[in-house]
């Protein structure tokens, strides 16, 4: 940590982040106990569900359920817009659900959760108590998921989620490791702060390079692929009004490797899990001379180390690693360098729509 400690990191709380790591600890307890009561009340199925932002970081939650879980486990990610109008025939009085909402005001999950209630599923949610959400699951099916200092991408949100999918998986014996794996992660967000040094001057370079491109490419898979989602939807589209195709490292042959041109940045997502080698396979092409070398970059996970962390659990924290990077410092430079407040919006929250 030594050759970063002079590094600044632009727009960032760096203490209020250490405070903010302290108390999540604390609060990743409360979400342990909301499901313990799952496991020791019983489910059918469990149903992650979110819009926008929400739904593409409970992706990562999802993926790891999936990984980690037995053959008669049930995960579900819902889209709650959608779920209003479909439903989702698996669904009982018996099934639980996790979702979230910085602001506890979003329409669509407001409505999904009073419904959800009215049917007699179990809803939890990361979002204020006190909000519209907070109200209708009740305080105690609740935690709020912001923190005071608004510093960081969101990698905080990944860690409640994580406290509770995993702890399901663990009183399972699917995830044995689980209070292992807290333990190891209770002082991680010095290691996400040094991560952040480490990038900085990296995340400047890019954002000079590519922030005023007219399209840009994001490819990623597995754990890391609800991440690359919401850099490219969530921060580009919306906050920066960039025209982005963020597309699977499995699907990228079939179809959107034909728009590669020059001057098209293309942005690859390496992760640590099964999906790797599909990564590989699409760096060996980017790499093969089907477009200039300043026109793709590669950003692998597996390069930034988190001293006494089992390599068992780099898979789950490699999505908080990708929005270090991505969703708070590249999205920061970014902003510098297009003039345009990554806090403004057109019609996103401007009018009811």
């Not at 970059?297 to 390069?303: F, M, Q, S, W, Y």
Request: overall charge negative; aromatic content about 12%; hydrophobic content about 40%.
């Amino acid at each position: 940590m030594k050759e970063t400690e002079k590094i600044e990191i632009m727009n960032f709380d760096q203490e209020g982040y250490l405070e903010d790591g302290k108390a999540l600890y604390e609060t990743g307890k409360l979400v342990t106990a909301m499901a313990d009561r799952v496991a020791d009340e019983g489910y059918d199925a469990v149903f992650l569900m979110g819009v926008g932002g929400t739904w593409d970081e409970l992706m990562q939650l999802e993926y790891l359920m999936n990984k980690f879980g037995d053959k008669d486990l049930e995960v579900y990610l819902i889209h709650a817009a959608e779920w209003n109008v479909m439903g989702h025939k698996r669904m009982t009085e018996k099934s639980v659900v996790l979702t979230a909402s910085e602001s506890g005001t979003t329409p669509e999950v407001l409505e999904a959760c009073k419904k959800m209630k009215e049917m007699g599923v179990r809803v939890f949610a990361m979002t204020k108590p006190e909000g519209p959400i907070g109200q209708v699951v009740g305080a105690e099916n609740c935690v709020a998921m912001a923190s005071d200092h608004g510093s960081g991408g969101c990698e905080k949100g990944y860690y409640l989620a994580d406290c509770f999918g995993l702890r399901l998986l663990n009183r399972r014996g699917c995830f044995p490791k689980f209070d292992l794996f807290i333990e190891q992660t209770k002082d991680i967000w010095k290691y996400m702060l040094d991560i952040r040094k480490r990038f900085e001057p990296k995340a400047e370079e890019l954002a000079r390079k590519y922030a005023l491109a007219p399209y840009t490419m994001f490819i990623g898979s597995g754990a890391l692929w609800g991440e690359t989602i919401l850099y490219s939807m969530c921060i580009l589209e919306e906050m920066q009004w960039k025209r982005t195709r963020s597309i699977t490292s499995h699907d990228f042959f079939h179809g959107t490797l034909e728009l590669l041109e020059p001057g098209v940045p293309v942005f690859l997502y390496k992760g640590e899990d099964e999906c790797r080698a599909l990564d590989n396979r699409v760096e060996a092409f980017l790499r093969s001379g089907v477009t200039g070398d300043e026109d793709y970059v590669i950003i692998d996970t597996a390069e930034y180390a988190i001293p006494g962390l089992d390599d068992d659990f780099r898979v789950i924290v490699s999505p908080w690693i990708l929005t270090v990077l991505a969703t708070d410092r590249m999205a920061r430079h970014y902003e510098t360098v297009t003039k345009h407040n990554l806090k403004y919006r057109r019609y996103y929250h401007q009018f009811d729509y």
